[in-house]
């Protein structure tokens, strides 16, 4: 059974900054591409950025380049999401996912999704 397990988020102010994680347990995580997405309020689920397997190539939404920043920890099966410099218009529930295929945007395009966790910030 693959869980994704997210933690961290919170509520901080603007300028400010947090880092999310995601444990993975069942699958080989290696061989999985992990993505960051975020929902807002009356939003569509929305891709924020992906780490690739095999060398570990990152890809940013426009939005947050420069200011976010994925990493992967094989050996922990783990990925981390650092926020920088965040803003209101980041406040949403960031969710963790797993792609078998590299370069994936779409959220349909992952296989497996952690649980959520609510980032709020305020100005």
């Known amino acids: 059974q693959v869980q994704l397990v997210q933690s961290g988020g919170g509520s901080v102010q603007a300028e400010g900054s947090l880092r999310l994680s995601c444990t993975a347990s069942?699958?080989?995580?290696?061989?999985?591409?992990m993505g960051w997405f975020r929902q807002a309020p009356g939003k569509e689920r929305e891709f924020v950025g992906a780490?690739?397997?095999?060398?570990?190539?990152?890809t940013y939404a426009d939005s947050v380049k420069g200011r976010f920043a994925i990493s992967r920890d094989d050996a922990k099966e783990a990925v981390y999401l650092q926020m920088n410099k965040l803003k209101s218009v980041d406040t949403a529930v960031y969710y963790c996912?797993?792609?078998?295929?590299?370069?994936?945007?779409?959220?349909?395009?992952?296989?497996?999704w952690g649980q959520g966790t609510q980032v709020t910030v305020s100005s």
């Open positions: 996912a797993a792609a078998s295929r590299n370069d994936r945007r779409r959220p349909g395009d992952y296989n497996y």
């Open positions: 780490v690739g397997w095999g060398g570990g190539s990152t």
């Open positions: 069942g699958l080989i995580f290696s061989m999985y591409a």
